[in-house]
């Protein structure tokens, strides 16, 4: 995952980067670091914003109103 991405996903999420820090458990600094290329970004991150991802898909999905003019299936 590069840095771009990883700010592409956050902005899908509508999260800062502190937001991520507190849901992950890491650092605070630890983005900062990965957006500057001092260390690069571990394998587990694009996972972690992945699920992220599919939860806001699903609740996007199965929890908010449908938008207006959209019929329902029920």
């Known amino acids: 995952?590069?840095?771009?991405?990883?700010?592409?996903?956050?902005k899908?999420?509508?999260w800062k980067q502190s937001d991520?820090?507190?849901m992950a458990g890491v650092n605070k600094s630890t983005p900062s670091r990965w957006m500057t290329l001092d260390s690069p970004i571990p394998d587990w991150v694009p996972k972690f914003l992945g699920m992220g991802l599919?939860?806001?898909r699903l609740h996007d999905t199965y929890v908010l109103p449908p938008k207006a003019g959209k019929k329902s299936d029920a």
């Open 12 to 14: 899908a999420l509508d």
């Open 20 to 22: 991520f820090c507190r």
């Open 54 to 56: 599919e939860v806001k």
């Open 1 to 10: 995952m590069s840095p771009e991405e990883f700010s592409i996903a956050l």
